[in-house]
């Protein structure tokens, strides 16, 4: 069974610029949950996408913003880059929504490096 | 706010050595908890995780403890393996929230 995958795995953007970031889950997954991970902050929680609608949403701004579709794909976009959005983005599916039941699988995340 | 605190940036053992990882939470609402290890350019994976029903969870030369008066758990790791070297994340989860520590990066020396 394929793990999740996501794309681009690197990624160099200039402020102001926007970017979208993608993540296919583990086949039959139907929940997708994407984080922020920065030095010193460990991962941070961006949002959660369960049968195509955003369960939760984490402290971020409005820049940040997801969708998923109905293959259970997500894309994750931020719009007008600043510097601190340079981070590794992590994508985890699980068969269900977040709660102990399901376990979270991650992908080896999008290095995104805003210059 | 940091709802999942992992104190310690860093820690080095020997091998064959007990690691202990800690980690201190501040909502008492949390009643799952879930430790996670990462190797660089993997995400991370799934090691263990313990109810708040229970203190302790054990599973080969991982256990968890969980102290819910202190907001407190910890990892232990015996013996300690070269391969154990990652970072390692611990997590709580509420309902549908779940909140990450910054991570440990442990380091086993041969």
């Known amino acids: 069974k394929a793990g999740v995958t996501q794309t681009p795995r690197y990624l160099i953007k200039t402020r102001g610029q926007q970017v979208t970031l993608s993540c296919s889950p583990i086949s039959g997954h139907r929940s997708v949950s994407w984080y922020q991970q920065t030095p010193g902050q460990g991962l941070q929680f961006l949002f959660e996408y369960f049968s195509e609608t955003q369960r939760n949403k984490g402290n971020f701004p409005g820049r940040f913003s997801g969708r998923q579709f109905s293959n259970s794909r997500s894309e994750m976009n931020v719009s007008t880059l600043e510097l601190g959005d340079s981070a590794l983005y992590l994508c985890?599916?699980?068969?269900?929504?977040?709660?102990?039941?399901?376990?979270?699988?991650f992908g080896p995340g999008t290095r995104l490096t805003v210059t | 706010d940091q709802q999942v605190k992992q104190n310690s940036p860093s820690l080095s053992v020997q091998e064959g050595r007990i690691s202990i990882l800690n980690c201190d939470y501040t909502n008492s609402m949390f009643d799952y908890f879930l430790w996670y290890k990462k190797y660089p350019a993997e995400g991370p994976t799934f090691l263990i995780s313990?109810?708040?029903?229970?203190d302790k969870n054990e599973d080969g030369r991982f256990t968890v403890f969980l102290n819910k008066s202190a907001k407190h758990l910890s990892l232990h790791i015996v013996p300690s393996q070269p391969g154990d070297s990652a970072v390692y994340f611990c997590a709580a989860s509420a309902n549908n929230d779940m909140r990450f520590g910054a991570g440990t990066r442990l380091t086993v020396k041969p």
């Open positions: 313990i109810s708040s029903i229970k």
């Open positions: 985890a599916s699980s068969l269900g929504p977040i709660n102990r039941e399901y376990e979270q699988y």
